[in-house]
């Protein structure tokens, strides 16, 4: 279903009906950090994955919902990295839920 998956970030949904992904994924010379592609793929249905959002540097997926953020700063006086922080219940439908975000 996609190439240069990140294998440390392959996760399905608490249903186990949708997988998520990070994939295309490389080095943000700021954080240092792994970002990627976040996608989603429903199994049995979907053809082709589909593209929730760049620059993803990590996510949770549970039965809650999913959850990720995406890398917005580094303030190397507090040695911290801030991101915004996304969740959809449904894991299709996101909306920011917390900016700046400094917790994963």
């Not at 490389?26 to 249905?45: F, H, I, M, Q, R």
């Amino acid at each position: 279903i996609a190439t240069d998956v990140d294998s440390d970030y392959f996760n399905l949904s608490a249903d186990a009906k949708t997988l998520f992904f990070l994939a295309d994924t490389d080095t943000n010379p700021d954080s240092e950090a792994t970002e990627g592609t976040l996608y989603s793929y429903v199994l049995g249905k979907d053809k082709e994955p589909r593209d929730i959002e760049d620059g993803v540097e990590f996510f949770r997926v549970s039965g809650y919902g999913v959850a990720y953020y995406v890398f917005e700063s580094y303030d190397s006086d507090q040695y911290k990295s801030y991101y915004e922080a996304f969740f959809g219940r449904d894991g299709e439908k996101f909306e920011s839920v917390m900016d700046p975000a400094t917790a994963y």
